[in-house]
C-alpha cells in the first residue's frame, strides 16, 4: 500500500481566495470614480439654463437691433437709383477722408467742406429749446417720404421740385400737418447734375428767374426755399439777389443749407429783409446710426445752449430709422421741434421786444 504524502494546499488556497479579499477596495474606487464624475457635471454650467454674461459691446449690439431691423425692410423694399442726386454733405476735416473722398469712384457728390461754427450769441427765447429739423431730397421715394411724414414731430420737408413724387408727397405731408419748403437746386462747384429746376451762373436774367419761378410752382404749399447742393451759387452774390428778389415778392423764407463756408445767402436775405435760418448741424454726412446719433445729439446740446438749432437730415433709412426711435424721447431733453416759419417768428418777436437783442441769425 503506497502512502500518500500529506500536500500542503494552503498556499494555492490562498492565492484563489487573494481576489475575493481585495473586491471591496476596487469596488470602493469604482464607485469613488462615479462621484467625481458627478461632482464634476453639477459643477458645469448648464448652457441652457445660464444665459452667457453680455459685454457692453453685446449690449449695444442688441439695443441696435430694432433700428438696424427698420433699416433692413426699408432696404429691401426700396432700390436705389443710380440716377437719383446725392445731397452735398458737410464736413470731413481729415487729411485722410478728404483722399478717400477724392479717390472714390462715386463722383457724385461735392468734396468735403470746412466745418461750420456753431459758436453764436445765445436767443433769447423761452425756457425750452427748440430745434428745427429739416429732411431734405423729398420726392423720388414714395416709401421714404411717407415714411418721413409719419414721424412723430413737427418736421419740416423740403421737395426738389419736378421729381416724380414730389407733388404728392407734400400733398400728403400738407394734410398730415407739416411744413414744406422747395428743396432748390443750385450750381456745384463738384458739377454734380441738378436735374430739371437747376439754378447755374451761366444762366441769363430771365432765364433764371424762369426756371425758379417754375420750380416754386411745381410744389404746392410751399412757406420757403433752401438749397440743394449750391456751393458754387450761393457764393455769388448776383443770383443770390435774384433769389431773394423774388422769395421778398412771394412772402417765403430761405434757410441756408451751407454748403459752402463762402455763402453770401444770409447777407443777401438780410438785405432783401427776407427771414431767414442756417443750417448748424448736418445729420447724416455719414450714413450710420452711430454717427446720425452724435450729431443729433449735437444739435440737442447747441439748442440747449443757446435756445435754438437748425439740423438737416435726408430720407435716407438710417436717418428715419433713428429718429423713428429718437424723436419720442426727445421730450426728455427739454427740446422741441418747430418749423422753420414758428422759428422764425420766435427770433422776430425776441428782436422786437428787446432793445439790445443779441444778433442771431435771422433777419
Known amino acids: 500500500m503506497t502512502n500518500k504524502v500529506p500536500v500542503d494546499n494552503s498556499s494555492s488556497r490562498t492565492k484563489r481566495s487573494q481576489p475575493l479579499s481585495t473586491a471591496p477596495g476596487t469596488l470602493n474606487l469604482l464607485l469613488g470614480g462615479i462621484v467625481l464624475v458627478m461632482l464634476a457635471l453639477l459643477l458645469v454650467p448648464d448652457s441652457k439654463s445660464e444665459p452667457p454674461m453680455l459685454n457692453t459691446t453685446d449690449m449695444t449690439a442688441i ?24 445731397s452735398e454733405a458737410e464736413t470731413v476735416t481729415s487729411a485722410e477722408t478728404v483722399a478717400q473722398a477724392a479717390s472714390s469712384t462715386d463722383n457724385s457728390t461735392e468734396p468735403p467742406i470746412p466745418v461750420i461754427s456753431t459758436e453764436e450769441p445765445a436767443a433769447n427765447l423761452p425756457p425750452t429749446a427748440k430745434l428745427v429739423l429739416i429732411l431734405d431730397d423729398i420726392g423720388y421715394s414714395v416709401e421714404a417720404g411717407l415714411r418721413a411724414i409719419n414721424l412723430p414731430s413737427q ?23 407739416r411744413e414744406l419748403m422747395l428743396h432748390a437746386p443750385m450750381s456745384n462747384l463738384s458739377g454734380m447734375d441738378l436735374g430739371e429746376g437747376g439754378l447755374t451762373l451761366q444762366q441769363s436774367e430771365d432765364e ?17 426755399v433752401n438749397n440743394h447742393t449750391g456751393s458754387e451759387l450761393t457764393a455769388a452774390v448776383q443770383p443770390m439777389q435774384w433769389v431773394m428778389q423774388e422769395l421778398k415778392k412771394r412772402d417765403l423764407y430761405f434757410v441756408d443749407s451751407m454748403t459752402t463756408p463762402d455763402s ?29 446719433d452724435i450729431e443729433f445729439k449735437r444739435a440737442i446740446a447747441l439748442a440747449q445752449q443757446r435756445g435754438y438749432a437748425v439740423a438737416i437730415g435726408h430720407p435716407y433709412p438710417e436717418t428715419l430709422a433713428y429718429l423713428e426711435t429718437a424723436l419720442p424721447m426727445l421730450a426728455e431733453s427739454k427740446v422741441d421741434i418747430v418749423p422753420v416759419s414758428v422759428m422764425l417768428e420766435q427770433l422776430q418777436i425776441v428782436e422786437r421786444s428787446s432793445e439790445t437783442a443779441a444778433p442771431t441769425d435771422a433777419w
Open 208 to 224: 433764371f428767374m424762369k426756371v425758379l419761378a417754375a420750380a416754386l410752382a411745381d410744389i404746392p404749399y410751399i412757406k420757403g
Open 264 to 292: 453770401v445767402a444770409g447777407a443777401t436775405a438780410e438785405q432783401f429783409r427776407v427771414p431767414s435760418l442756417r443750417r448748424h448741424i448736418f445729420l447724416d454726412h455719414i450714413q450710420t446710426t452711430e454717427a446720425i
Open 63 to 86: 439695443a441696435d437691433e430694432p433700428v438696424a431691423l427698420a433699416t433692413e425692410l426699408v432696404a429691401a423694399t426700396e432700390p436705389v437709383s443710380a440716377t437719383e442726386p446725392v
Open 155 to 177: 418736421i419740416t420737408f423740403a421737395v426738389i421740385p419736378h421729381t416724380p413724387h414730389g407733388k404728392a408727397l407734400a400733398e400728403a405731408a400738407h394734410q398730415a400737418g
